[in-house]
């Protein structure tokens, strides 16, 4: 499908340059009218009956399935969450911490992850530290070599750093884990929606819906595979992770739900699940990421061309997250001139830099205006 018709189901994307997926993904039409339809049927059949009660269970139980599918993995293994955040949380809390245990974080982790960490280790006597995955030029797996201690339990990292935009390489890093019996937590905010999926030997990966994937806001999934499943505790839950929570003796469930909590938006599944649909009647995984790479590799060409910016990357990215930095305007300051011209890109204090976060949706139309408003904008 021609990708200018595939844009005109997104209203976001007609009055703007919109470079900000990885911050958050514009709402397709669909969408709205799914979760509008959702609402509806809510009123029609309930909104609090038996009825009601039954198809909202059936509803959960597509989008597990949806995001089942996204991450191939298996219904079983699915928790639906509100955030990536959170679905590291419940890992990060449910795992059984022996104390002066350690954990291993990447130094490009989100804050909201690293506050997490911080937190769990002061409370359970744990120690913790990060290692320099974020400087393009080193191999992965030696520093991570240099970096795990005897009683490194756990490593946590991101799929793609968020400030420079590198893909970490998964099933190695996974490969050098299990060899040292250390469980792997991955981020995938960045990588959900951008990068088909092989979680081979990942034991946990969680994500959101709302970024790449132009889902709503308050959806996210965790993945624990199946070994770890009776392994991490329920911690941050309630009667949505029991089985049978009417019984008298009620037990949690025996897939992945056990961690889901109470009642929730679910009609926000309704709204994940057409935007779904949307992306796949486009074109599969691996074609929605060859066109965003292309696209993105072509941005960082042309940046490449303007002596006043410095690309992150020292080598062509293969994801969506373009970086750069100008050599005399702020970041910040550099955004705010940008969004003044209709463009939108953020800035990541982290990186020290400017971010655009190239879609499959993008048109190269407004990667050229991106480059030419960064030519003008010498500074
Ligand atoms: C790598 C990474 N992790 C976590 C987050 C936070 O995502 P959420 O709000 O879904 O928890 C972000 C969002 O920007 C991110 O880029």
């Not at 029991?242 to 938006?265: K, M, N, V």
């Not at 994801?319 to 969004?339: D, K, M, N, Y």
Request: charged share 15%.
């Amino acid at each position: 499908m021609d990708i200018h018709t595939q844009r005109q189901h997104f209203p976001a994307l007609a009055n703007k340059i919109y470079l900000n997926f990885g911050g958050q993904g514009p709402l397709p039409t669909p969408a709205l009218t799914a979760m509008m339809a959702a609402y509806e049927q809510g009123q029609i059949k309930g909104p609090f009956s038996r009825q009601a009660l039954t198809w909202v269970e059936e509803q959960e139980h597509l989008t597990r399935q949806a995001f089942a599918q996204c991450l191939q993995v298996a219904v079983a293994d699915i928790t639906l969450t509100s955030s990536t955040t959170q679905g590291c949380a419940i890992v990060l809390w449910g795992w059984p911490w022996r104390g002066g245990e350690h954990l291993l974080l990447s130094d490009g982790e989100h804050p909201g992850v690293v506050a997490t960490v911080a937190q769990l280790a002061q409370r359970f006597g744990l120690t913790w530290s990060t290692c320099p995955l974020s400087d393009p030029t080193v191999d992965p797996i030696t520093v991570l070599e240099q970096h795990v201690q005897p009683h490194t339990r756990m490593l946590v990292l991101s799929h793609v750093l968020w400030h420079t935009g590198q893909v970490l390489p998964l099933t190695d890093i996974a490969a050098f884990c299990q060899q040292r019996d250390i469980r792997l937590l991955v981020d995938g905010a960045q990588s959900l929606g951008v990068l088909p999926l092989d979680l081979t030997g990942v034991d946990f990966y969680a994500a959101t819906g709302h970024k790449w994937l132009c889902g709503p806001a308050g959806l996210g999934v965790l993945y624990i595979h199946s070994q770890y499943r009776d392994v991490i505790q329920p911690t941050h839950c309630g009667w949505r992770g029991l089985q049978g929570f009417r019984q008298q003796r009620p037990c949690w469930s025996d897939d992945g739900q056990r961690h889901e909590i109470a009642t929730t938006a679910w009609e926000l599944g309704a709204g994940l699940r057409a935007s779904l649909a949307l992306h796949d009647a486009w074109g599969t995984p691996v074609q929605r990421y060859e066109r965003l790479v292309q696209l993105a590799q072509d941005l960082w060409q042309q940046l490449g061309d303007l002596p006043h910016l410095t690309r992150l990357l020292p080598e062509p990215p293969r994801c969506g997250l373009v970086s750069f930095r100008h050599a005399s305007i702020p970041p910040e300051t550099l955004a705010q001139q940008l969004e003044q011209r209709n463009i939108l890109v953020r800035s990541v204090a982290a990186g020290n830099c400017v971010r655009a976060s190239i879609h499959y949706l993008t048109d190269q139309d407004e990667l050229t205006q991106l480059v030419r408003a960064l030519r003008e904008l010498q500074g």
